[in-house]
Structures are given as structure tokens and as C-alpha cells.
């Protein structure tokens, strides 16, 4: 299983022969996403540049979809992937921003995750978009809980919009198509490590935009809860997580 932790390249610690002195164990403080709520503008130009890029995907993976069948899935989860985006523009909008300004700030670091998660085919494709709309979506979900109260629930239903039918859909189509071909299933395993790492590293930063901080260990909780339900959408096809 992939933690946080093991995202951070560490230094070798010399190994120390003297004897440690006794010590009372660090009590580490529970720590809940919401605390680290970047500002409104921040949060919004996050999540509503990711669900565009998400939308992007989408539609590539279209055009290499190996039947009209998993053509028209790929059709409809763009299209509520294309609502939630437009949801949180409108957000955007009441504020008064200028939309694409407050996305820009985002676009390098989500634009290489895409990148790296673009998959080789459209099995890897539409699995990259449940992994990452999923763990992303659950991120930005709780990290709503800090936003101002007249924003905290349009924001929530925006990211809601079409979610579960898009993960039950895409779920029974992979289902099918490993049940076809069991040599499939240990590829999109070994995909779907891979992408939870590359996920893992967007979530952190949104995080990162909050003007608070968290040292790792505090965060650790939070990050293992996201990978469990990670985990559950992968046992959800029967690949190994």
C-alpha cells in the first residue's frame, strides 16, 4: 500500500550506537482537511481547472475507445465531469473573478499530472479518471468543509454532480471487460498503484495552498483514509491496490 510517506525521498541516518535516553511518546494532534481550506479564489481555481483537465482526458479517451459501447460511457462521464466544472465556475463567478486568471495559477502542476496519468489505452485512461476523480474529488470535498458557509454547499453539490452514477458505470464496464480478458486485471493493478502516488502528490498540493501547515505525521491520518478508500475502489474491480 502506498502511504504519503513513502512519496518523500529520505536521507540515510547514520546509525547511532549510544544508548537513547528514555523519551514519552510524541502525541500527535488529529488533523481534518478543513483546517487547510486555501482562500475561496484558490480552492475554486484548483478544482475547477482540475475538473476541465479532467474533462480533457475524457475526451481523448473517446477517440480510443474499442467500442461504440464504451464510446457513449466515456461520453457521459465527460459530460458530468464538464457540469461539475461548470458548477464551480459559476462559483468563480459570483465572486467576481475573472475565470481563466483564477484558474491559470493551477494549470502547470495539473497539466503534468495529466500527463503522467494519461494511460496507454483507453482501459488505463478511463481507470486514471476513477482513480483520480475519486481520491481528488474526496480531497476537495473535505477540504470544502473551510469555506465560507454561502459557498460550502453549491461548492459540495457541484462536486457531487454525477459522481457515483460515473464511478458504478465505469465499474461495471472494467468489470466486464477483466472478466474478457483476466490478463488485464494485473495490468490496470500495476496501473492503479502508479496513479495513487501521481494523485497523491496533486492532493498535497492543494493542501499546500492553505496558509496553514502540517508537518507529515499529522497529516498521515488523513492521507491513509484517502488511500483506504482508494483501496475500496480498487477492490470494487478486484485488482490488488
Known amino acids: 500500500m502506498v502511504s504519503w510517506k513513502s512519496l518523500r525521498a529520505r536521507r540515510a541516518r547514520p546509525a547511532n550506537t549510544r544508548p537513547r535516553a528514555a523519551s514519552r511518546p510524541r502525541v500527535v494532534s488529529r488533523v481534518e482537511l478543513g483546517d487547510f481550506t486555501p482562500d475561496l479564489d484558490v480552492y475554486l481555481g484548483q478544482a475547477a481547472y482540475l475538473q476541465?483537465?479532467?474533462?480533457?482526458?475524457l475526451g481523448r479517451a473517446a477517440h480510443i475507445?474499442?467500442?461504440t459501447r464504451t464510446k457513449t460511457l466515456t461520453g457521459a462521464v465527460a459530460t458530468s465531469t464538464l457540469e461539475r466544472h461548470k458548477g464551480l465556475l459559476t462559483e468563480i463567478e459570483r465572486t467576481g473573478a475573472d475565470v481563466p486568471e483564477t484558474m491559470q495559477p493551477h494549470r502547470a502542476v495539473i497539466d503534468?499530472?495529466?500527463s503522467r496519468t494519461g494511460g496507454g489505452d483507453w482501459y488505463e485512461s478511463i481507470l486514471a479518471s476513477y482513480v483520480a476523480a475519486g481520491l481528488l474529488n474526496d480531497v476537495f470535498s473535505r477540504l470544502a468543509a473551510g469555506l465560507p458557509s454561502d459557498s460550502h454547499d453549491r461548492v459540495v453539490t457541484a462536486l457531487e454532480t454525477g459522481a457515483s452514477d460515473d464511478e458504478k458505470a465505469i465499474v461495471s464496464e472494467l468489470s466486464l471487460a477483466i472478466s474478457a480478458d483476466p490478463r488485464l486485471a494485473s495490468r490496470l493493478a500495476l496501473w492503479g498503484r502508479r496513479l495513487v502516488g501521481d494523485t497523491?502528490?496533486?492532493?498535497r498540493a492543494a493542501i499546500s495552498a492553505s496558509h496553514q501547515s502540517a508537518d507529515d505525521e499529522r497529516l498521515e491520518p488523513v492521507f491513509t483514509e484517502l488511500i483506504a478508500a482508494h483501496?475500496?475502489?480498487m477492490d470494487s474491480l478486484g485488482l490488488t491496490a
Do not use: G, K
Open 52 to 57: 476541465l483537465a479532467l474533462f480533457e482526458s
Open 65 to 67: 475507445a474499442p467500442s
Open 112 to 114: 503534468d499530472f495529466q
Open 200 to 203: 497523491l502528490l496533486v492532493a
Open 231 to 233: 483501496t475500496r475502489r
